[in-house]
């Protein structure tokens, strides 16, 4: 999504951007504080940072019919999660957030997401839930997929199921939002346009993975709705925080707001 800028073949108008890489769950942390002018973050944290940030029409991780996936060293039934502990990437990510929604209350421990496959293998947490690549790894380990969280929304609900969200801090201003909106879409565009290019350039930050692996990761979760969410994700979004409301997640009532 970011080629477009960083090889100089998108405009950049009047902005100047650094790419700053780090792990979800601390960009979620950092939306906190309101740290980065645009970020991004976990769905399910936009309503703690709905006051200081506004959502962007794209960027969005969404899948259909697939998701975070929850595995174990052995066979496990969904109801057995209640009774374990699970390794989990961060209580302010999407994943964790439908997990609740899919099997209630269980006992869990924060770790990071590239760590949680050696938790699990070493014997060092009974189950894990995976983001990122580590949902198509996981069998090179020897594990076993007790649930996808992505083909339970869909089930639950015939929707695809929103992860993670781009924003822009609101104190930029209308005119500025618009206009890096427009500059950034673009640059989703031309990744899609030129993927082999856009493929290269992203395989730096890859942690390993091969290139077929890594383009199969990436058609996941960039696609037509990275781009604009359209009225299907859009309501997408609508159903998870409603839900998320529902289960008494938040203190204030959600706010959807989108740029544009």
């Not at 969200?165 to 609101?170: H, K, S």
């Not at 673009?186 to 730096?204: C, F, K, W």
Request: net charge negative; hydrophobic share 40%; glycine share 10%.
């Amino acid at each position: 999504m970011f080629w477009g800028l960083a090889s100089g073949e998108v405009d950049p108008r009047r902005f100047e951007f650094e790419h700053v890489l780090r792990d979800i769950q601390t960009l979620n942390e950092w939306a906190l504080e309101g740290k980065l002018e645009v970020t991004a973050i976990s769905l399910a944290a936009y309503p703690l940072v709905q006051e200081r940030y506004v959502l962007l029409p794209h960027g969005a991780s969404m899948g259909s019919g697939y998701g975070p996936v929850v595995v174990a060293r052995e066979e496990l039934g969904q109801a057995d999660l209640r009774d374990i502990e699970i390794a989990v990437p961060g209580e302010l990510t999407t994943a964790f957030l439908v997990l609740r929604m899919c099997i209630g209350g269980f006992r869990y421990r924060e770790v990071p997401f590239d760590q949680i496959i050696d938790e699990v293998v070493s014997g060092r947490a009974d189950a894990g839930l995976l983001i990122h690549e580590g949902q198509l790894t996981y069998q090179d380990e020897g594990l076993k997929k007790v649930v996808d969280l992505g083909e339970w929304w869909l089930l639950e609900t015939g929707l695809p199921l929103p992860l993670g969200a781009n924003v822009a801090r609101r104190d930029l201003g209308a005119d500025t939002l618009f206009e890096l909106s427009d500059v950034l879409r673009e640059s989703i565009q031309t990744g899609l346009d030129n993927r082999d290019e856009a493929m290269e350039h992203a395989l730096q930050y890859g942690r390993g993975l091969d290139t077929e692996l890594a383009d199969r990761f990436v058609g996941m979760y960039v696609n037509e709705l990275t781009c604009d969410y359209g009225d299907e994700g859009r309501q997408a979004v609508r159903e998870l925080l409603a839900r998320a409301e529902a289960l008494g997640t938040y203190e204030q009532p959600v706010k959807v707001e989108f740029v544009g």
